[in-house]
Nanobody, 115 residues
Framework: QVQLVESGGGVVHSGGSLRLSCAAS????????MNWVRQAPGKELEWVAW????????RYPDSVKGRFSISRDNNNNTLYLQMNSLKPADTALYYC????????RGRGTPVTVSS
């Protein structure tokens, strides 16, 4: 069955960096656009990055543009999110998802940014 497993979260100081990974299985990963979404405590799910199936085109909301970078390795069915210049407002549970609404996503990996 379709499975998405995120990893790489942790606790960092403001200004720090983290790289998240998502291992995908159960579908033709190389044919699917992919997303990262996040949910901060007490808030709704927020889309943070999109990448097309070939890994050539990416999109971001203004809140993370210039700081986050999504990429993928279609040979290894893995999605990545490089996060730089992290802020306390980036604290959230991060999910990889097959659509921007996050309707199908993994269990998430927690990111905590301390000030």
């Amino acid at each position: 069955q379709v499975q998405l497993v995120e990893s790489g979260g942790g606790v960092v100081h403001s200004g720090g960096s983290l790289r998240l990974s998502c291992a995908a299985s159960g579908f033709i990963f190389g044919s699917a656009a992919m997303n990262w979404v996040r949910q901060a405590p007490g808030k709704e799910l927020e889309w943070v990055a999109w990448i097309n199936s070939a890994g050539i085109v990416t999109r971001y909301p203004d809140s993370v543009k210039g700081r986050f970078s999504i990429s993928r390795d279609n040979n290894n069915n893995t999605l990545y999110l490089q996060m730089n210049s992290l802020k306390p407002a980036d604290t959230a549970l991060y999910y990889c998802a097959t659509d921007p609404t996050g309707s199908f996503r993994g269990r998430g990996t927690p990111v905590t940014v301390s000030s």
